[in-house]
């Protein structure tokens, strides 16, 4: 799966999962609370820290010939991180929390706290050539020639 030029987005994700969400709770006498969906997406989290103790010991000479390949490990923790991010979408719908944009928005508050030169853009900004123009200036200029105009490089 690595290197194939895969994208998704956060909001596909949420779209896709509050659909499914309605299939797989369907008739349930109780919808799970913030604290079921913490608990799984934390219980996926620990299955990927599991496997990645066990890569750990292909790392370090450790492993046996009792344990899993390389490979099979790194498809087991895809598959966990996955599931970790599935729940996290699901528990931040559960209290009304739009994923894309706290992952934007917290990216940035790190970058710019560190001044760093690695910002995120919602797609819409890509899409219109304005918005497109100040993103290619902020990306291009950034601890380099600041323009002294703007948030950004103010």
């Not at 999962?17 to 299939?23: I, S």
């Not at 292909?58 to 991180?81: C, Y």
């Not at 797609?123 to 918005?131: I, N, R």
């Not at 123009?133 to 323009?147: M, S």
């Amino acid at each position: 799966m690595q290197g194939i030029g895969i994208d998704l987005s956060l909001t596909a994700l949420a779209q896709q999962n509050a659909a499914r969400v309605k299939l797989w709770h369907h008739g349930e006498t109780s919808p799970w609370s913030g604290a079921d969906w913490s608990n799984a997406m934390q219980g996926e989290a620990g299955e990927a820290g599991n496997i990645v103790k066990k890569l750990r010991r292909h790392e370090t000479g450790l492993a046996t010939a009792r344990d899993l390949t390389v490979p099979i490990l790194l498809d087991n923790l895809a598959d966990e991180i996955a599931d970790t991010i599935i729940y996290a979408d699901l528990l931040a719908a559960h209290y009304g929390l739009n994923m894309a944009a706290a992952v934007i928005r917290k990216f940035n508050l790190v970058s710019e706290r560190e001044n760093w030169p690695q910002f995120l853009y919602p797609s819409a900004w890509l899409e219109h050539p304005d918005l497109r123009d100040l993103v290619i200036h902020h990306n291009v200029t950034r601890n380099q020639v600041p323009c002294g105009g703007c948030h950004w490089c103010a």
